[in-house]
């Protein structure tokens, strides 16, 4: 029961405050499976992205903190290929800094953080860490590629629009695309710690 209250409250402000360039929507009827989707941010290799997120809230939260993976591929060192991510806030302590006063825009905010702030002392992907510490122009670059192949805007009007609309798609003006510009924010308490386990 509590749950269920609290998941409503902190939709209801997700949905009428989000974090900006964050949305988080419920899928379905079931309100402990959410979706979310991430804008890229400006001046970033995944500026001009939409990135999509699953979101599971477990039977026991807020004491347990919610299952979240990337949907959308991203090159990115704290973000192996099934889309799982290398958070402390997403794992419960001593391992990690879940507290049950943290909520799921807290969790969206500080995966947006990580996707601007790699922390490559801590990878799941150590072949993109070690490009991003010893080789950043090709980490930039392959990182803006991927952006482009699966998280551009055009990308996804291509996968969910039939044939006709296939070549209108295709001709937007690069300038179409959203571009979020992200405000300064910082999660106080919040620190980043080793991703020995997921």
């Not at 309100?31 to 400006?42: N, P, R, V, Y």
């Not at 950043?136 to 392959?142: M, P, R, Y």
């Not at 999660?187 to 080793?194: A, F, T, V």
Request: charged share 25%; aromatic share 6%; hydrophobic share 30%.
């Amino acid at each position: 029961m509590q749950r269920a209250s609290r998941l409503k409250r902190e939709l209801h402000l997700l949905t009428t405050q989000p974090p900006p360039g964050i949305t988080c929507w419920q899928n379905g009827s079931r309100i402990d499976d959410l979706e979310a989707q991430l804008l890229g941010s400006a001046d970033t290799p995944y500026e001009k992205g939409i990135f999509n997120l699953e979101i599971v809230v477990p039977e026991r939260y807020p004491f347990e903190p919610p299952k979240i993976r990337f949907l959308t591929p991203i090159y990115h060192p704290n973000i192996d290929s099934a889309g799982r991510i290398c958070l402390d806030v997403l794992r419960l302590p001593p391992k990690g800094a879940w507290r049950p006063s943290l909520n799921i825009a807290t969790l969206l905010t500080s995966i947006q953080i990580l996707m601007n702030e790699p922390n490559p002392d801590d990878p799941l992907m150590a072949d993109i860490s070690s490009e991003y510490k010893y080789n950043k122009q090709t980490f930039l670059k392959n990182a803006r590629q991927w952006t482009e192949k699966y998280a551009s805007q055009t990308t996804m009007t291509l996968e969910t629009t039939d044939e006709e609309n296939h070549q209108s798609a295709a001709n937007l003006p690069k300038d179409s695309h959203i571009s979020q510009k992200r405000k300064g924010s910082s999660i106080s308490g919040l620190s980043k710690r080793p991703c020995s386990e997921t």
